[in-house]
Nanobody
């Protein structure tokens, strides 16, 4: 089993920054690919970014490229999402997820955190 706990969400103005964290626990977490998804009110949960177990590969949704950066610290079993130049359309609940290999679709992930709210004011 893998347990995931997100933190770092909050309310910021457009153009601001936030850094989300996802603390992972459970067996061999450091060998899992980790993804970030988000869900805006009334919309489906969408892919944001994913990172391979060794941080050698990353992928981003087109809407966040150049503004959001995913990283991980396997010694601390933590994954980060640095978010810069935030826009109101970035508002939503952000979830981290874990899977044994890189995936882009939410139904391909077995493990999820509870989410952290991010609100961007205009």
């Amino acid at each position: 089993q893998v347990q995931l706990v997100e933190s770092g969400g909050g309310l910021v103005q457009a153009g601001g920054s936030l850094r989300l964290s996802c603390a992972a626990s459970g067996r061999t977490v450091s060998s899992y690919a980790m993804g970030w998804f988000r869900q805006a009110p009334g919309k489906e949960r969408e892919f944001v970014a994913v990172i391979s177990w060794d941080a050698g590969v990353t992928h981003y949704a087109d809407s966040v490229k150049g503004r959001l950066t995913i990283s991980r610290d396997n010694a601390k079993n933590t994954v980060f999402l640095q978010m810069n130049s935030l826009k109101p359309e970035d508002t939503g609940v952000y979830y981290c997820a874990a899977e044994r290999s890189i995936r882009w679709l939410r139904n391909e992930y077995d493990y999820w955190g509870q989410g952290t709210q991010v609100t961007i004011s205009s």
